[in-house]
């Protein structure tokens, strides 16, 4: 795809993101890969729900988050730099969902140590370019060693339950444009994050979830094995 198609393709989006974004929760498309030897292993699904400031986001997919300032605290020690702040953020669940599993996606501007892999809004064109990973811990990701979730207001099991606060870090922080960590604000993942009719870019991140507990690859194959074992068919939602 050319540059000029790839510029057209991504303001037509980003025209739709703007006339639907206040309607209902709809899906959002997403493209990953994995980058072994960085925290632990990521996989995303195909479609998600993005999460954000609920004044820019549909009820359903809202949230409200803070900054609560630096900590010492590093998820993935063997990428950390001792030099650069790590922050924590907060994010509050507002959309009265219970969302089982959640990601944080790094905006253009954003960079960040502690990712699993890379991640982006999945369109033609795009590759995945920005810095990614799960929201987990010790409860929810037992045998993974990278832990950024680090409070659950709620049952510490993994699940962002309706009305619950999260707390998490993101290591090394930084953003050329001096946009705190917890600016979730616009619609549109990585290179699709949208600009404000302002004109100035108001969001550091995307926080992406799904509704239900996604299986590991492996395991998700063996599972379906299983069902074409049993003549049972299953149909792809």
């Not at 803070?66 to 730099?81: E, I, M, V």
């Not at 810095?131 to 510490?156: N, Q, Y």
């Not at 550091?204 to 690859?217: D, H, L, Q, R």
């Amino acid at each position: 795809m050319s540059t000029q198609k790839l510029a057209t393709s991504l303001l037509s989006l980003a025209a739709v993101f703007a006339v639907t974004s206040q309607a209902s929760a709809v899906p959002t498309p997403m493209i990953h890969i994995d980058t072994p030897g960085d925290c632990d292993p990521l996989f995303i699904p195909d479609d998600v729900h993005e999460i954000g400031d609920m004044i820019e986001f549909p009820t359903d997919e809202s949230l409200f988050s803070t900054d609560q300032g630096p900590t010492s605290l590093a998820p993935c020690p063997l990428q950390d730099d001792p030099s650069v702040l790590n922050r924590v953020v907060e994010i509050r669940n507002t959309s009265g969902i219970d969302w089982h599993e959640v990601w944080y996606v790094a905006d253009e501007e954003t960079t960040i140590t502690n990712y699993d892999g890379e991640a982006n809004h999945g369109i033609p064109g795009l590759a995945p370019a920005h810095e990614a990973f799960r929201l987990d811990h010790k409860v929810s990701d037992p045998a993974g060693s990278h832990h950024p979730l680090i409070f659950e207001s709620m049952t510490f099991d993994g699940i962002w339950a309706a009305g619950e606060v999260w707390r998490f870090i993101l290591q090394d922080y930084s953003n050329t444009l001096g946009l705190p960590a917890n600016a979730i604000s616009s619609i549109g993942v990585g290179s699709v994050s949208s600009t404000p009719a302002t004109g100035i870019i108001d969001s550091s991140g995307s926080i992406i979830a799904v509704t239900a507990t996604i299986p590991e690859p492996l395991s998700g194959t063996l599972l379906l094995f299983g069902f074409v074992g049993l003549g049972v068919t299953v149909r792809r939602r």
